[in-house]
């Protein structure tokens, strides 16, 4: 098993610029979730699918930030315009019926916004 | 709100020494509660759980300690070694097991 895999693993852009991360979870794993992780505020769920609907988006930011997932094997995350603040680590994670095994993590994706 | 806090922010024990990582939450709906190591560079990965019927649950040299009248688990390391060092994330959750996390526990184990 691939695990659940994102890319890219490092990003580096310039504010004002669109930024789209991307997921593939693991086959036959029902839900996906997006955390953020910052220093200052640990890991922060931003928005969680299952059946690639989106149940709850409430931990978006803003309206800048957008998800999607089309089909059961691959998801975006995507930050339009960005900014210097939305620099952290991006984790995509996925699970079967909801997190009550636990979720797996991706590597993540690195971004830097200047 | 905070509804898991965990402490301490970071830790650092010596080699064969006991890791002790101490979480607190407040909604007595959780009723699931996991820990997840981080290594650097990559994803947090489920360690260990328990709910609230048992007290203690061990696996290898990891076992956490549930007290729900105090609202509050630990994470115990025995016999902590240098590859144990990694940050830890205590979490909890209830019916829909989305959890929620604690900022995590730095830990370094020195040689």
């Known amino acids: 098993d691939a695990g659940v895999i994102q890319s890219p693993r490092h990003e580096v852009t310039e504010m004002g610029q669109e930024v789209t991360l991307r997921c593939k979870p693991i086959?036959?794993?029902?839900?996906l979730f997006w955390y953020r992780q910052t220093m200052m505020r640990g890991l922060e769920l931003l928005i969680y699918f299952n059946n690639n609907v989106p149940i709850d988006d409430s931990g978006m930011p803003e309206d800048r930030f957008s998800a999607k997932m089309p089909n059961a094997s691959f998801s975006t995350l995507k930050i339009q315009p960005s900014e210097p603040r939305d620099s952290a680590v991006y984790f995509c994670?996925?699970?079967?019926?909801?997190?009550?095994?636990?979720?797996?993590f991706g590597s993540g994706t690195r971004l830097t916004v200047v | 709100q905070q509804q898991v806090k965990q402490s301490p922010q970071s830790l650092i024990v010596q080699k064969g020494g006991i890791s002790i990582i101490n979480c607190a939450y407040e909604n007595t709906a959780f009723d699931y509660f996991p820990w997840y190591q981080q290594f650097p560079g990559k994803g947090p990965a489920l360690l260990i759980a328990i709910r609230p019927d048992v007290s203690e649950k061990k696996e290898g040299r990891f076992t956490i300690s549930f007290n729900k009248s105090a609202k509050q688990f630990s994470l115990h390391i025995m016999d902590s070694q240098p590859g144990d060092s990694a940050t830890y994330f205590c979490a909890a959750s209830g019916g829909s097991y989305i959890p929620t996390f604690g900022r995590g526990t730095s830990l370094i184990v020195h040689p």
């Open positions: 086959s036959g794993h029902d839900y």
């Open positions: 994670a996925s699970s079967l019926s909801g997190a009550k095994y636990g979720y797996t």
